[in-house]
T-cell receptor
Framework: DAGVIQSPRHEVTEMGQEVTLRCKPI?????LFWYRQTMMRGLELLIY????????DSGMPEDRFSAKMPNASFSTLKIQPSEPRDSAVYFC????????????FGSGTRLTVV | DAKTTQPPSMDCAEGRAANLPCNHS???????VYWYRQIHSQGPQYIIH???NNETNEMASLIITEDRKSSTLILPHATLRDTAVYYC??????????????FGQGTILTVHP
């Protein structure tokens, strides 16, 4: 089990550019979560999916953010256009309903928008 | 989900037990207590969870009071690698709120040599 895989690990982009973050959940997991972490706001849930369907996107900060899960093994979080205040570490996590041991988080993508 | 209160920081000597408290006085009957930790620059890591009985696994023990309004995470023999931010989270484990973990500020545990 390779765990939750996120790419890229680091991303530096200029303000106004489109950024796409990628996540591969653990095979067989039916829930996928996107979190954002900053010093000021801590860990915030942005959106989560169940069986590839978005369940709650109330944490998505604004229309510049969008997330998709086209199949059970892949999800993307897109920011267009990016702004300096989007700089943060973005984590993806997955789990299986009924699983005894919680979420498994990826290593995160550190995004810097200059 | 119920709100939790944790001390902002704690210290522990290496080899000693680390006891991390958490208050969750508004917890509902169908809400679980989860503990995660986050070592610097890494993603949060699941430690343990429980409903009302005490739980133990290879990482830690979880003690939940009889009224379920507070709990304690115990790391029996803390090592330097246990230095991390520890999060106590209360959440339902079913329905549309399943797995919707809301992280607070947590407790920064520093283990000293």
């Amino acid at each position: 089990d390779a765990g939750v895989i996120q790419s890229p690990r680091h991303e530096v982009t200029e303000m106004g550019q489109e950024v796409t973050l990628r996540c591969k959940p653990i095979s067989g997991h039916d829930y996928l979560f996107w979190y954002r972490q900053t010093m000021m706001r801590g860990l915030e849930l942005l959106i989560y999916f169940n069986n590839n369907v978005p369940i709650d996107d109330s944490g998505m900060p604004e229309d510049r953010f969008s997330a998709k899960m086209p199949n059970a093994s892949f999800s993307t979080l897109k920011i267009q256009p990016s702004e300096p205040r989007d700089s943060a570490v973005y984590f993806c996590a997955s789990t299986l309903e009924g699983r005894a041991y919680g979420y498994t988080f990826g290593s995160g993508t550190r995004l810097t928008v200059v | 989900d119920a709100k939790t209160t944790q001390p902002p920081s704690m210290d522990c000597a290496e080899g000693r037990a680390a006891n991390l408290p958490c208050n969750h006085s508004t917890i509902s009957g169908n809400e679980y207590v989860y503990w995660y930790r986050q070592i610097h620059s890494q993603g949060p890591q699941y430690i343990i969870h429980g409903l009302k009985n005490n739980e133990t696994n290879e990482m830690a023990s979880l003690i939940i009071t009889e009224d379920r309004k507070s709990s304690t995470l115990i790391l029996p023999h803390a090592t330097l690698r246990d230095t991390a931010v520890y999060y106590c989270i209360v959440t339902r484990a079913g329905g549309t709120s399943y797995g919707k973990l809301t992280f607070g500020q947590g407790t920064i545990l520093t283990v000293h040599p």
